[in-house]
């Protein structure tokens, strides 16, 4: 059974740039999350989707957005850049509600 | 505000002993617990999860041990294995909070031949 997978693995962005980063979940989950990990801060929530809408949203500006399609498949989007962007991005997708969830192994952003 | 805290940030054990890794949070929205092991350039990968009405859960070398009055829960991994050197992560949620998980700052365990 294929993993969550993630798209690309490695990006470099100058500031001031957008990114959009592609996740693809387990086949039959409908459930994507997006987490933002960095070294001071650990791992954070950024949003949450299920059947293309967004039911949680974590403390990040709105410069961080997000979809889901209707085949489950979500992207995420970064606008206007910062140096603090610089973070590993994990997908996590899950069966439903109370069920664990089951993480890619993330795009590596780098702002330059 | 850390809601999910893992005071010890490495471990070190013998290979064949019992690995016992902490997590203490302080929401008491928090019923839903779960342990992730990270390898680098890796995704986390789940391990084993608990709800707050268990206390114990079970899966082959992997136990985790739930206390709601003190808030604290840990895994034991049983006997150790070279191939459990990881980073370790607890997390938690609040099932209405929907699947956002709070994660701790992980413990690096390292196991030793």
């Known amino acids: 059974k294929a993993g969550v997978t993630q798209t690309p693995r490695y990006l470099i962005k100058t500031r001031g740039q957008q990114v959009t980063l592609s996740c693809s979940p387990i086949?039959?989950?409908?459930?994507v999350s997006w987490y933002q990990q960095t070294p001071g801060q650990g791992l954070q929530f950024l949003f949450e989707?299920?059947?293309?809408?967004?039911?949680n949203k974590g403390n990040f500006p709105g410069r961080f957005s997000g979809r889901q399609f209707s085949n489950s498949r979500s992207e995420m989007n970064v606008s206007t850049l910062e140096l603090g962007d610089s973070a590993l991005y994990l997908c996590?997708?899950?069966?439903?509600?109370?069920?664990?969830?089951?993480f890619g192994d993330g795009t590596r952003l780098s702002i330059l | 505000d850390q809601q999910v805290k893992q005071n010890s940030p490495s471990l070190s054990v013998q290979e064949g002993r019992i690995s016992i890794l902490n997590c203490d949070y302080t929401?008491?929205?928090?019923?839903?617990f779960l342990w992730y092991k990270k390898y680098p350039a890796e995704g986390p990968t789940f391990l084993i999860s608990?709800?707050?009405?268990?206390d114990k859960n079970e899966d082959g070398r992997f136990t985790v041990f739930l206390n709601k009055s003190a808030k604290h829960l840990s895994l034991h991994i049983v006997p150790s294995q070279p191939g459990d050197s990881a980073v370790y992560f607890c997390a938690a949620s609040a099932i209405q909070g929907a699947q956002k998980l709070v994660f701790g700052q992980g413990t690096r365990l390292t196991i030793n031949p």
């Open positions: 929401n008491s929205m928090f019923d839903y």
């Open positions: 608990i709800s707050s009405i268990k």
């Open positions: 996590a997708s899950s069966l439903s509600l109370g069920q664990p969830q089951h």
């Open positions: 086949s039959g989950h409908r459930s």
């Open positions: 989707y299920f059947s293309e809408t967004q039911r």
